[in-house]
């Protein structure tokens, strides 16, 4: 199985700060990478699939980038209702795996 | 609105079985893929199994292969995992999810399965 390495593991930054996620494959995946959001005691939520495209009704702070083995998820200006732990997540082998995820906070 | 509803979860002890259901509104149930995927405490989510349009197609992560079953039923827009065998590890919130070929873009509030003695 392809294994998703996520840093860091948490992050506390400020309101209106720019927050960057790293997202690394154990092997090439092509831009078959989607990043989720998921807010306390709720279900994960779709934010960017294929590693660019932003999901329907989105807020465009969010984006993300990268391609092959090592990926970026980015905020550019961080709000509070942000505050949650965020995935990234694999498709081109089977089975699709997930990263560990990133906990964000608000300092 | 797309809405996905799971139920069934519980506590089952370590070998025993439990059926969860998801039922489906909002969207044509039958035109799509659809998936569970659990999530162990503090932990990532794991994609579990998946099922096409009209059910002749499954798949499963290779640690429940032979003791989970996925099937659907269109006609109720229900889907369902037959959990058999159950371990301490499968204790999870399980969640149904639609899958735009594993771009999982709706998901369930999830249920519960919890698997101790």
């Known amino acids: 199985d392809i294994q998703m390495t996520q840093s860091p593991s948490s992050l506390s930054a400020s309101v209106g700060d720019r927050v960057t996620i790293t997202c690394q494959a154990s092997?090439?995946?092509?831009?078959?990478l989607n990043w989720y959001q998921q807010r306390p005691g709720k279900a994960p939520k779709l934010l960017i699939y294929d590693a660019s495209n932003l999901e329907t009704g989105v807020p465009s702070r969010f984006r993300g980038g990268g391609s092959g083995t090592d990926f970026t998820f980015t905020i550019s200006s961080l709000q509070p209702e942000d505050v949650a732990t965020y995935y990234c997540?694999?498709?081109?082998?089977?089975?699709?795996?997930f990263g560990q995820g990133t906990k964000l906070e608000i300092k | 609105e797309v809405q996905l509803v799971e139920s069934g979860g519980g506590l089952v002890q370590p070998g025993g079985s439990l059926r969860l259901s998801c039922g489906a509104s909002?969207?044509?149930?039958?035109?799509?893929?659809m998936s569970w995927v659990r999530q162990a405490p503090g932990k990532g989510p794991e994609w579990v199994a998946n099922?096409?349009?009209?059910?002749?197609?499954?798949d499963y992560v290779d640690s429940v292969k032979g003791r989970f079953t996925i099937s659907r039923d269109n006609a109720k827009n229900s889907l369902y995992l037959q959990m058999n065998s159950l371990r301490v590890e499968d204790t999870a919130v399980y969640y149904c999810?639609?899958?735009?070929?594993?771009?999982?873009?709706?998901w369930g509030q999830g249920t519960l399965v919890t698997v101790s003695s």
């Open positions: 909002g969207f044509s149930f039958s035109d799509y893929w």
């Open positions: 092997q090439g995946i092509n831009n078959y």
């Open positions: 997540q694999q498709y081109d082998n089977l089975p699709p795996t």
């Open positions: 099922i096409n349009q009209d059910g002749g197609e499954t």
């Open positions: 999810a639609r899958d735009m070929t594993f771009r999982f873009d709706y």
